[in-house]
């Protein structure tokens, strides 16, 4: 991984062994990994009457996986609504989204340079939104899926 400043905007750059660097957005949630966020999440699915300590982890899990399959849904059609392309998701914990198409902003100019640059900016402020969110989401469905408000894939 590096970063490159172009025009200003630096640009996180991912690569998966011995493939090209490209252009990327490191979207790992920093609670990942039983941070303290996660352990207060726990905390409080283990402390609602409801779930308790024995469906915490299943709850938790579950919970997770839809919000962040959620998550990465939503990542892709921002992308491509932004004209960024495809996206992938890399990284030995998935925490990487990248450009699969094959641009990389310091290799073109102009009009062009720029756009990218700006869509690129967007889709950061619109990840780092999305990782904001997630923790209380994954929460806020595993206690609705505890009481059967919410049906699980």
Same mark, same amino acid.
């Given at each position: 991984m590096r970063d490159q400043i172009v025009k200003g905007t630096s640009v996180a750059y991912h690569s998966d062994y011995f493939g090209p660097a490209r252009p990327a957005i490191?979207?790992?949630?920093?609670?990942?990994?039983?941070g303290s966020q996660e352990?207060?999440?726990r905390d409080r699915l283990t402390a609602n009457p409801?779930?308790?300590e024995d469906r915490t982890e299943?709850?938790?899990?579950?919970?997770?996986?839809?919000?962040?399959r959620e998550a990465w849904s939503d990542a892709e059609q921002e992308a491509e609504r932004l004209g960024l392309g495809p996206i992938e998701q890399e990284g030995r914990s998935?925490?990487?989204?990248?450009?699969?198409?094959?641009?990389?902003?310091?290799?073109?100019?102009?009009?062009?340079r720029i756009a990218w640059l700006a869509a690129y900016r967007a889709m950061v402020?619109?990840?780092?939104?999305?990782?904001?969110?997630?923790p209380l989401?994954?929460?806020? &469905?595993? %206690?609705?899926? $505890? &009481?059967? %408000?919410?049906? $699980?894939?």
């Open positions: 490191n979207v790992k949630i920093p609670w990942s990994g039983y352990e207060a999440i409801a779930i308790g299943e709850l938790f899990r579950t919970a997770e996986e839809i919000i962040l998935g925490g990487w989204l990248v450009f699969s198409d094959g641009r990389d902003p310091q290799e073109f100019g102009g009009a062009k402020a619109f990840c780092e939104d999305y990782i904001r969110a997630i989401e994954i929460a806020e &469905l595993a %206690e609705q899926m $505890a &009481l059967g %408000e919410a049906v $699980a894939p």
